[in-house]
């Protein structure tokens, strides 16, 4: 069975700098990975993907992430956070497989001003 | 509609009562799915409904849930005899791909308390 570790349930970072939050999977054959932003009070935005080709993956909100199959790890980066990036986001995984997606259990983001 | 839409956004009930809740999706959305997101957890898959095919019940937590589609569009999520664990935001999501890979698009959620 499929599944997706967020290990940190909370990040903080400074205004203006990189962010990362970290994401690996675990998944037979081929992942279909995605990431999710849920704003407080809002339904979950889809930020981006990665299915094929190329490992980094540019989505939005100057959001991109790096697919690492070695690793197992799509790892979600932004090289400047705004305090408007505070909010919780999801890892997803589907296998080739499966028809839904299994989602980690989220992490806070916090921009300090 | 422009948005996958939900109602109602709150709901509060007693214990043993029954629950609806509906999903309205994307217009041309062949894909519907349901989720359910408690506190301090990530997504629990519960239903998934593509086209005319026989749902994928492999989620639901008990025979106490169960859900419909009708004509490939609206859906309803029942909860019968509604328990306190039952408290959760139920999200509503749509996608025009079966497979999920245009990403979803998700409601805004019913927050349902049973108190």
């Known amino acids: 069975a499929q599944s997706v570790a967020q290990p940190e349930d909370q990040v903080n970072v400074a205004e203006g700098n990189p962010l990362t939050v970290k994401c690996t999977y675990s998944?037979?054959?081929?992942?279909?990975l995605f990431w999710y932003v849920q704003y407080p009070n809002r339904g979950l935005q889809f930020l981006l993907k990665?299915?094929?080709?190329?490992?980094l993956v540019k989505g939005s909100y100057g959001f991109e992430a790096e697919f690492n199959k070695s690793q197992t790890s799509f790892h979600l980066k932004k090289p400047s956070a705004l305090v408007s990036d505070s909010a919780l986001y999801f890892c997803a995984v589907r296998p080739g497989s499966a028809r839904q997606l299994t989602f980690g259990s989220g992490t806070q983001l916090t921009v300090l001003p | 509609g422009a948005g996958v839409s939900q109602s109602p956004s709150n709901k509060v009930t007693e214990k043993g009562k029954d629950v609806e809740l509906r999903c309205d999706p994307i217009?041309?959305?062949?894909?519907l799915y349901w989720y359910r997101q408690s506190l301090g957890q990530g997504l629990e898959f519960l239903i998934y409904?593509?086209?005319?095919?026989?749902?994928?019940k492999s989620g639901l937590p008990s025979d106490r849930f169960s859900a419909e589609r009708t004509g490939g569009s609206v859906s309803t999520l029942t909860i019968q005899r509604t328990q306190q664990e039952d408290s959760a935001v139920y999200l509503c999501a749509s996608s025009s791909g079966g497979q999920g890979n245009y990403g979803y698009t998700f409601g805004s959620g019913t927050r349902l308390t049973v108190v």
């Open positions: 217009s041309g959305h062949t894909a």
């Open positions: 409904f593509q086209g005319n095919s026989a749902p994928d």
């Open positions: 990665y299915i094929t080709g190329d490992n």
């Open positions: 998944v037979s054959g081929n992942p279909y």
